[in-house]
């Protein structure tokens, strides 16, 4: 691929996107139009990345300090996206699929032009704030949109959706779109050198149920145990969804079911 690539953030995503992209990194703190636009200047990228954001351990703790969520997540995004506006670079944008309400016996897998309607978190709107002005952005302007749900990887990290589980002991039984990070990295790469704009639902075809992960996981490791338990048991405001993968595999990529990944997941995160 030749693009010069920047990625702004030095998180978790970021790190794997930079070797997969052989891309330069820039942690730098954004907090207005000037920091965003001179530390553009200093890299001169073609295409850049924006993996900056605040999670934090898990999505409530947008909810503790909010006037941070709100700046990382909503209105560094845009500034970005305004600064490769007016410098002719193409933006990529990490968005979130946490942002729909879901009827499982009502609703079909959500698809990339359905409105986002799920405001009771904190971090979800703080997403929603972002990426509605961007994908309107992107009909007129180089702008692509990858939102990613649950990150799954063969890689021990705190935001790795296994190692989570595997800390807590207890999980949900309720399908949900997972993205596998390595299936989400070659489809970055895919979607770059096709030049794509607009919003993209990169996760695994159908859903995964946790128990499936964990007895992947139990096969590996005698005497690993866990608990199911209801989710309304949990008491936590929560996005549960299934996600469409149409548009993405209409572009050519092949994109595989969560459950064709979980044993090559395990093996690589054990062997990590």
């Given at each position: ?176 779109s997972v993205t596998y990070i390595p ?90």
């Open positions: 691929m030749n693009e010069k690539i920047l990625i702004l953030g030095k998180g978790f995503l970021a790190s794997r996107l930079k070797e997969e992209l052989d891309s330069e990194v820039s942690g730098a703190r954004i907090y207005s139009f000037a920091d965003a636009d001179a530390e553009i200047s200093k890299f001169n990228p073609t295409v850049l990345i924006n993996c900056i954001g605040h999670i934090g351990g898990n999505v409530d703790a947008c909810e503790l300090d909010k006037d941070k969520a709100l700046m990382a997540n909503s209105f560094v995004p845009l500034m970005l996206a305004e600064v490769c506006i007016r410098r002719k670079i193409r933006f990529v944008h990490i968005s979130s699929g946490c942002i729909y309400h879901y009827d499982y016996k009502k609703n079909v897998p959500l698809k990339e032009e359905e409105a986002p309607d799920f405001f009771e978190l904190f971090y979800s709107r703080t997403k929603i704030y972002s990426e509605q002005p961007i994908d309107n952005l992107s009909r007129q302007y180089p702008i692509l949109i990858l939102r990613l749900r649950v990150p799954l990887d063969n890689r021990p990290h705190p935001r790795n959706l296994l190692t989570k589980l595997i800390s807590y002991g207890k999980i949900i039984d309720l399908p949900n299936d989400f990295l070659k489809a970055t790469r895919h979607l770059l050198e096709i030049n794509a704009t607009g919003i993209y639902n990169v996760v695994n075809k159908e859903p995964l149920r946790y128990r499936d992960l964990m007895e992947a996981y139990k096969r590996k490791v005698k005497g690993f145990q866990y608990e199911e338990i209801e989710f309304n048991k949990l008491n936590l405001v929560r996005t549960n969804l299934v996600m469409s993968t149409e548009k993405l595999e209409k572009t050519g990529f092949k994109v595989r079911t969560i459950n064709e990944v979980l044993e090559e997941c395990v093996e690589g995160y054990l062997k990590s």
